[in-house]
T-cell receptor, first 116, second 112 residues
Framework: GAGVSQTPSNKVTEKGKYVELRCDPI?????LYWYRQSLGQGPEFLIY????????DSGLPNDRFFAVRPEGSVSTLKIQRTERGDSAVYLC??????????????FGPGTRLTVL | AQKVTQAQTEISVVEKEDVTLDCVYE???????LFWYKQPPSGELVFLIR??????QNEISGRYSWNFQKSTSSFNFTITASQVVDSAVYFC?????????FGAGTRLTVKP
């Protein structure tokens, strides 16, 4: 079956612009996660959705970052007034159930964001 | 918050050697899960193994085995008879209800 997909694969933008990154999870997976991975580092947790609601958004670095999942499937990560420090690979993952359950997360290929 | 230490930044071995990747974690949670993921050059993270905090039984799955010791908060991962295709960055990740954190990763290079 289809895995987690993310679009675009690459995004180049200018400092100060607004960007949207999309994640399409595996069908039937209720839990969805966003991570950010900088070069040479492990994935850094941003936000976790259980269904339509953000169950844990403690990893969002500041209020320029926002994510939605209006129908409990596709999710969009939105970054306002981008800064050069936002440049990273943004990873999306989904799992059958939430963090407290014994389910591995399946990762998408990521979106490489470059802020010039 | 949890903390994960993967002390080995890079490891290089020759094909068919066994290699162990170390992971030490800190957590205040009594219930948690431990995962290892692999990130090959293609970039996509791949799930390898998992263990819950209640089960310290060590297991073998094919060429992979792991050693979980709750008393020392270590969750080491061993690849037996390494192959060139095992070359990747390996991440240890303790996950619990309220926090999730990946280690910085260990880059494994397997030379032919």
């Amino acid at each position: 079956g289809a895995g987690v997909s993310q679009t675009p694969s690459n995004k180049v933008t200018e400092k100060g612009k607004y960007v949207e990154l999309r994640c399409d999870p595996i069908s039937g997976h209720t839990a969805l996660y966003w991570y950010r991975q900088s070069l040479g580092q492990g994935p850094e947790f941003l936000i976790y959705f259980q269904g339509t609601g953000a169950a844990d958004d403690s990893g969002l670095p500041n209020d320029r970052f926002f994510a939605v999942r209006p129908e409990g499937s596709v999710s969009t990560l939105k970054i306002q007034r981008t800064e050069r420090g936002d440049s990273a690979v943004y990873l999306c993952a989904s799992s059958l159930r939430g963090q407290s359950s014994y389910n591995e997360q399946f990762f998408g290929p990521g979106t490489r964001l470059t802020v010039l | 918050a949890q903390k994960v230490t993967q002390a080995q930044t890079e490891i290089s071995v020759v094909e068919k050697e066994d290699v162990t990747l170390d992971c030490v974690y800190e957590t205040r949670d009594t219930t948690y899960y431990l995962f290892w993921y692999k990130q090959p050059p293609s970039g996509e993270l791949v799930f390898l193994i998992r263990r819950n905090s209640f089960d310290e039984q060590n297991e073998i799955s094919g060429r992979y085995s792991w050693n979980f010791q709750k008393s020392t908060s270590s969750f080491n991962f061993t690849i037996t008879a390494s192959q060139v295709v095992d070359s990747a960055v390996y991440f240890c990740a303790p996950l619990s209800r309220y926090d999730m954190r990946f280690g910085a990763g260990t880059r494994l290079t397997v030379k032919p």
